[in-house]
C-alpha cells in the first residue's frame, strides 16, 4: 500500500471526522447540561439538512447562506420541543431523567420519520452545487471543497463556542448549571431558563451539522437513527464537559474508521466505532477529555 | 421584620419534617437554629430559600410572600445560604464561582467587568484573593469553605443563612469565622446560623430558635436557652448543663 494512499484516507478520515465532531456537539451540550440524551438528535440533523436542501431547491439558496434560516429555525424547533416534552422530564432526578428521555426521543425518532417520508418523500436527496466536486491538489493529496468547509466551519464553531461558554452572561449560567443545577439556582440563576437556551442551542448545532451532511452526502428521512449513534460515540470518546474535547473525538473516530478501512477493508469501517465505544465505556467511563468530578 | 415563618410544615411521604414552625427574624439579628440531627433546620434552610416547596403555610420577606417563589428568585430578593456540604463550581476558577453570583445573584443586568470587580472585593473580604485564578477543585476544604461564603455574599444578601459552616473546622477556624459572622451582623447582613458547636452560637447569637423532630421547642436568648430543661433534655443533654 503506498504512502500516497494512506495520507489520503487519513486526510479522508479528519474530514468526515470533522463532520462526526460537529453533529455531536449538540448532543454532547443538552447530555452535559440537561442530563437529558436525545435520541432524537439525528433526526434535528435529518430536519436541519431538509431545510438546507429546500431552501436550495425552490429559492436556489447556496446551502452556506441558509444557515442564516436553518439555524435560527432549528433553535426554534429546539425551543418548542423544550417547552413541549423536555422540560417536564429536567424537574425529575438525573435517573428519571436520562430513562424518560430516551423513551421520548424513541418516540420524537418516530414520528419524525413518518412526517419525513409523509412530506419529504422517501428519495435520498443531496445539494449538487456548481462547487460541490471541486477540490484542492496539494502534495498529490486530494483535498473536496464541500468536506474542508466542514473541517474550517469545525474549528471556528468550537472557538466561538468555547468564548460563548466562559465569556459570556449566559454561557457562564450554562457552565455553572451543566455542574450543580441547584448551587445555580440559589446563585440567582434562572435553571429553567438556562435549560431551554441550551437544549435551542443543542439543537441549532443539529441543524447547522444537517446542512453539512446534505452537502457531503446525502438525506433521507431514515438517516436520523445512523447520526444519533454516530454522535453517541463520539460524547461516549470524548466525555462530557469539553467542546474542543468532542471535536477532536469526531476526529479520532473519523481517522479510526478510515484506518481500519484500509487495515481491515470497508466492510469492517462502521463496525470500529461501536467496539471504540465499547472499549471507552470499560476502560475509561469519563471519555477521553470528560471532567471527572472532584 | 425581615422574615416572617408563619406555621410552615414540609412532609416527604410519611415523614413529617417541619411541623408548624413559625417564628419572626428582625433585621440585623444574627439567630443561632440549634437541634439535633434530622431535627429540621437544613429543611427550613430549603423551604426558606425556595429549593423545596412547602407543604404548608407562609413565608414572608420584607413584608412580601415569598412562599412559591422559586429559589433564583429567593436569591435575587435578598436571601442567600452555603450548604452543610460545600457546593462550588469544581471546574470553574474560584473568580468565576463568586463572579456568577455576582451576576445573577442580585441584579441580572450587571457589566461583567463590574461583577469581576465586585468578585475580587468579596475574594479580598474572605482571605480567597490569591487564589482567585486556581480552579475550586484546587482549594483544600477550608478554603472551599470561605469560597461558599464568598458565592453565597457576592449575591448581595440581606438574610444569609449559614448551615453547619463551622462544622470540621479547628478551634481557631471556628473562633475566626465566629468573628466573620459578627462582622456580616457590622455590615448589615442578617444571619441565621445553624451550627452544633455551642460556643460558636453563644458568642454570635443575639437570639436562639431549637427545632426538635420538626418542631420549635424553644425560643429565647442564648443564656436562657442552654437553661431551658426542654432543650437539655431534648438536645444538649446533662452533661452539657453542669458545664
Known sequence: MSTHIIAQSLLSGILVGALYGIAALGLSLVFGVLKVLNIAHGELIMLGGYASFWAFNKAEVDPYVSLVIVVPLLFLVGTILHFGLFAHIVRANEEQRIKNSLLIGFGLTLIGQTLAIRYFEADERRIATEYSTDAWEFIGLRLPLVRASGLVIGIVLVILLQLFMHRTYIGKAIRATAEDWQTASLSGINVRLTYLITFALGSALAGLAGMLVSVQYSISPNIGLTWTLKALIVVVLAGLGSMPGTFLAGVLLGLAETSSALAFGSQYREMVGLVLFVIILSIRSQGLFGEQNA | ?243
Not at chain 2, 484573593?129 to 486556581?134: E, H, M, N, Y
Open chain 2, 1 to 243: 421584620m425581615l422574615l416572617e415563618v408563619e406555621k410552615v410544615s414540609k412532609s416527604f411521604g410519611g415523614l413529617q419534617a417541619l411541623n408548624n414552625v413559625s417564628f419572626t427574624v428582625e433585621a440585623g439579628k444574627t439567630i443561632g437554629l440549634i437541634g439535633p440531627n434530622g431535627s429540621g433546620k437544613s429543611t427550613l434552610f430549603n423551604v426558606i430559600t425556595g429549593t423545596i416547596p412547602t407543604s404548608s403555610g407562609t413565608i414572608r420577606f420584607e413584608g412580601k410572600n415569598i412562599t412559591k417563589l422559586s429559589a433564583p428568585r429567593v436569591s435575587r430578593r435578598g436571601i442567600g445560604r452555603t450548604f452543610q456540604t460545600v457546593r462550588p463550581f469544581m471546574h470553574m476558577s474560584v473568580l468565576d464561582n463568586v463572579k456568577v453570583a455576582c451576576l445573577y445573584g442580585h441584579s441580572s443586568i450587571q457589566w461583567q467587568h463590574i461583577a469581576e470587580r465586585r468578585a475580587r472585593e468579596i475574594l479580598e473580604l474572605v482571605n480567597l484573593k490569591d487564589q482567585a485564578r486556581i480552579p475550586a477543585a484546587d482549594l483544600n476544604v477550608m478554603s472551599r469553605k470561605w469560597l461558599e461564603m464568598a458565592r453565597a455574599l457576592a449575591t448581595e444578601p440581606k438574610l444569609l443563612l449559614l448551615d453547619e459552616f463551622m462544622a470540621g473546622l479547628n478551634p481557631a477556624e471556628v473562633l475566626e469565622s465566629v468573628e466573620f459572622v459578627k462582622r456580616l451582623k457590622d455590615i448589615g447582613i442578617t444571619v441565621i446560623v445553624v451550627e452544633h458547636i455551642m460556643k460558636a452560637i453563644m458568642s454570635c447569637s443575639d437570639r436562639v430558635i431549637v427545632l426538635n423532630a420538626g418542631q420549635k421547642i424553644a425560643e429565647g436568648l442564648p443564656a436562657d436557652i442552654v437553661r431551658d430543661p426542654v432543650v437539655i433534655r431534648a438536645y444538649l443533654g446533662p452533661d452539657y448543663a453542669e458545664t
